[in-house]
């Protein structure tokens, strides 16, 4: 007999405890289906429909549309989750932006005036 040790100070034939495993299994099989199943005036035996499967084939469906159109909605739906500036902020960048550019050009204009004087070109 093999045996496992369960936790720390707990040592366990696996044998048992398989056993104890497959009992479960079998105790909720047969729970599931008596609670899938209900009598009707007729006393016949008629199983309930799974609303999660309902809806898992739902999903499959939708999943199975054209990936240009997904592509497309998805976009859609994350453009409308961007934060955009204002009309207030949008000057303020582009003006910051400009201004910088002019400096930098320049700044690299002079750097190479005083670079062909002391060069002599």
């Known amino acids: 007999m093999a045996k496992v040790v369960k936790s720390t100070r707990e040592v366990v034939d ?4 398989m ?3 497959q009992k479960k299994k079998k105790n909720s099989g047969k729970d599931k289906e008596q609670s899938n199943s209900k009598k009707n005036k007729n006393d016949k035996v008629v199983k309930n429909t799974d609303k999660k499967k309902d809806k898992e084939k739902k999903v499959k469906k ?9 592509f497309f909605s998805e976009v859609k739906k994350e453009v409308s989750k961007v934060k955009w500036p204002s009309r207030k902020d949008m000057v303020k960048y582009s003006v910051a932006t400009i201004v910088f550019v002019i400096f930098f050009a320049i700044f690299f204009f002079i750097i190479d005036m005083i670079m062909a004087i002391l060069l002599g070109v």
């Not at 696996?14 to 405890?17: F, G, K, S, T």
């Not at 939708?62 to 997904?70: A, I, L, R, S």
């Open 14 to 17: 696996i044998n048992e405890e």
């Open 19 to 21: 056993e104890k495993i």
């Open 62 to 70: 939708t999943k199975k549309k054209n990936p240009v159109f997904t």
